[in-house]
């Protein structure tokens, strides 16, 4: 009786273990509004630099560099000066939105990844970057639902995001991070990427441009598969801002996060290293509580069976 008791308690126990360690919901893509059904016309491809850009058969953008190098890859949404059909149909996804998102699958190698498109307006064309102000943190999502604030850094002439050698998932922008002014000293105040829509009439976007550096020895390719607009307020729960860490050092180990389900950004998150997270309560903590919970059903198997001998 006491082995058959033993066993259906540990069961219990693995399987609560098992439950409170349990991996969160993942990203809630169906917050995702499309901007682009895919590359899926066979529009004016460029690319300048170290590398090569094309359409793949799955009608994605692919950017293929050799080694360390940096490739300006353009596709031209119009050739004269009409959006073509499927952009325009999400046209105004751009103007409700809080956020941007590129999906990409990067290679094997380390790579920095810079959009760079072109908002016009009559015959004036601006650039469209991100800014180096950390107040509102830009968020790498994985496949899986992981999420982890991503690292930000100056290099050429741009701001750039680093993605992880064989990183594959959304890169989240917000919007106030998006900018014309693109130079290294803009890391403070909001971005105007809206204002230039309310205020100057801009259209987005003339062309889709990015900018990719591969930060490796190798060969490696960085895949465009979709970009897309967010209307919510999203909140990851990122740790609050750490003021001594320099917000554009690359950690020497990346923290990772667990998103909930309709999960995003919010201003003033940190580049502290974020703890992984299960429905926004430490995983950590749930370990200590499952052994702990282990720990009382020990405890109470051998009271009983003490009195048992006893008795």
């Given at each position: 009786m006491k082995k058959k008791l033993f066993a259906v308690l540990a069961v219990i126990a693995v399987i609560c273990a098992m439950t409170m360690t349990a991996v969160a919901a993942p990203f809630d893509t169906s917050l995702l509004l499309p901007v682009t059904e895919q590359f899926d016309i066979d529009k004016v491809v460029s690319a300048t630099g170290d590398g090569v850009a094309s359409l793949t058969e799955d009608k994605t953008y692919l950017v293929e560099i050799d080694g360390y190098?940096?490739?300006?890859?353009?596709?031209?949404?119009?050739?004269?000066?009409?959006?073509?059909?499927?952009?325009?149909?999400?046209?105004?996804?751009?103007?409700?939105?809080?956020?941007?998102?590129?999906?990409?699958?990067?290679?094997?190698?380390?790579?920095?990844?810079?959009?760079?498109?072109?908002?016009?307006?009559?015959?004036?064309?601006?650039?469209?970057?991100?800014?180096?102000?950390?107040?509102?943190?830009?968020?790498?999502?994985?496949?899986?639902?992981?999420?982890?604030?991503?690292?930000?850094?100056?290099?050429?002439?741009?701001?750039?995001?680093?993605?992880?050698?064989?990183?594959?998932?959304?890169?989240?922008?917000?919007?106030?991070?998006?900018?014309?002014?693109?130079?290294e000293e803009n890391t403070e105040?909001?971005?105007?990427?809206?204002?230039?829509?309310?205020?100057?009439?801009?259209?987005?976007?003339?062309?889709?441009?990015?900018?990719?550096?591969?930060?490796?020895?190798?060969?490696?390719?960085?895949e465009w598969v979709n970009m897309f607009a967010v209307s919510e307020t999203l909140d990851f729960d990122l740790p609050a801002a750490d003021p001594t860490e320099d917000p554009t050092e690359t950690p020497t180990e990346t923290p990772t996060e667990v998103a909930s389900q309709g999960a995003s950004v919010t201003p003033g998150q940190s580049t502290a290293a974020a703890q992984t997270q299960q429905g926004g309560f430490p995983t950590w903590a749930w370990i200590v509580i499952a052994v702990v919970v282990v720990a009382i059903i020990v405890v109470v198997i051998v009271v009983a069976s003490k009195k048992k001998k006893e008795n």
């Open positions: 190098g940096y490739v300006a890859a353009g596709y031209a949404v119009t050739t004269d000066g009409s959006f073509w059909a499927t952009f325009i149909a999400h046209e105004d996804n751009l103007y409700a939105s809080k956020y941007m998102v590129l999906q990409v699958k990067n290679g094997s190698q380390e790579t920095a990844i810079s959009p760079y498109h072109i908002a016009f307006s009559g015959s004036v064309t601006t650039p469209v970057s991100i800014s180096g102000n950390e107040e509102y943190p830009i968020v790498l999502v994985n496949d899986n639902g992981e999420y982890q604030r991503a690292v930000v850094e100056f290099s050429l002439d741009a701001w750039y995001v680093i993605l992880p050698a064989d990183f594959s998932g959304y890169i989240v922008i917000p919007n106030e991070r998006l900018t014309s002014d693109i130079t105040g909001v971005g105007d990427y809206m204002a230039m829509r309310t205020e100057q009439d801009y259209r987005f976007f003339w062309q889709l441009n990015i900018y990719v550096e591969n930060r490796g020895e190798e060969e490696t390719t960085l």
